[in-house]
């Protein structure tokens, strides 16, 4: 007996759609793969379409409510959904658009940065069966509430993996690089292509500010399974490869690639809290609010609670600041006398990272990374370690250099590859 086809989905970034010419040749691309399989495609808003729109929203409100953030951001992929499926239209394929709400993709409810908690592809199965090219609008799905949602920014990836794991079918991530690179190839020259990674690592490269995948769209991938493949939408001559994340328990240990996010903001904080106020809900409460923005630690002494935030530019220290206040407000406790103070703010940092099995051990490491640091002249402001990487926090100016010269000395010269 023959199988039917697999299913696939096709993700496309904004780049990759940017105009109406590179809309044209990836609807060429997917009508290839529509000729031999059933084929749903995730598109993301047209080239930088959703920072114009958040410039907009911003112009007019600040800060914008997030729920007509949301409802505004949304518009991006609903334009380059439609196109696209015009632009399959146009050589002669039926294909039909679809937001997230009418593929069922049902989220909670944190708008800007919603959670998907169940795909029902009833609609998109209806539509492959009738033998369409379903597009689905990328980063958005729709609440329990019946609020529209986004998925952060970058959300598009994390579509696509849901999706798939809905389908059950694979899942190739298209973007302007041919894989995963062991450094940041718009900024480190010799930057080599991983043929494989395993989820931990490339998670860990997701949130250390390697944007090639969504953080949320590995994690999915790894809960559900679902191998990741990342590739280019127009490969230029000789750089056609494909990075595969999947389990990869074999992989080597040591360090495997670096990344650097630029936008880093350091913000100390304590909270006074009333004599006697149970200091593990206000941990807690904190823990849960601020996890996403990247709370680093909390301590606490009889002063009260201080801990230490990572956030980066986007999330600016305002932002921080109130969302700070709210949970505070949103204890149980009388919060009059849990005052929050700033102890201390810079905002002019970056984290370069280093990933990889089993680094918090890997003295030899670290101390490679900060010999390379030192003989740069560049101070180093802070670690940070986990059971991936090893976080190397540096004044921004130097973002640049560091990162080439840490990939160098670890990456080029194999030293620090294997145990
Ligand atoms: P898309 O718009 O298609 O979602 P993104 O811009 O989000 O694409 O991601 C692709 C970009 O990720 C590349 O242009 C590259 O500069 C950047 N990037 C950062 N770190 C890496 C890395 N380690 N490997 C490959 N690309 C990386
Ligand atoms: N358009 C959204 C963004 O720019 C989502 C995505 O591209 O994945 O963040
Ligand atoms: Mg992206």
New binding site residues.
Partial sequence: MIEPPRPVVMK?????VADFDRMRRVAQIIAATASERPTVVVV?AMGKTTDRLVTDARALCEPPAPRELDMLLTTGERTSMALLALALHGLGHTAISLTGSQCGVITDHQHGRARIIEVRPFRILDELAAGHVVVVGGFQGVSYKREVTTLGR?G??TSAVALAAALGADCEI????D????????HVDA?ARLEELGYEQMQA?SRAG???LHARAVELAAERGIAIYARASFPEPGKSGQTVIRNNPAAPTGVR?V?CERQVIELRLRLRLNPGAPASKLVTALGRGLGGLGLAYLQIDERGVSGLLFASQRDDVETLESQVGRIVDQLEQPTASAGLELIEYRGDLAALTLVGAGLEERHDAITQALGVLEAANIALRGIRTDGQSVALLIDRAHATLATQQVHHAMLRSNSCRTP
């Fill in positions: 496309f970034g904004g780049s990759s993301s970058g598009s990836d298209y973007s302007d690089v894989g995963v690179y062991d450094g940041d190839p718009r930057a490269l390697a944007k090639v690639a990344t």
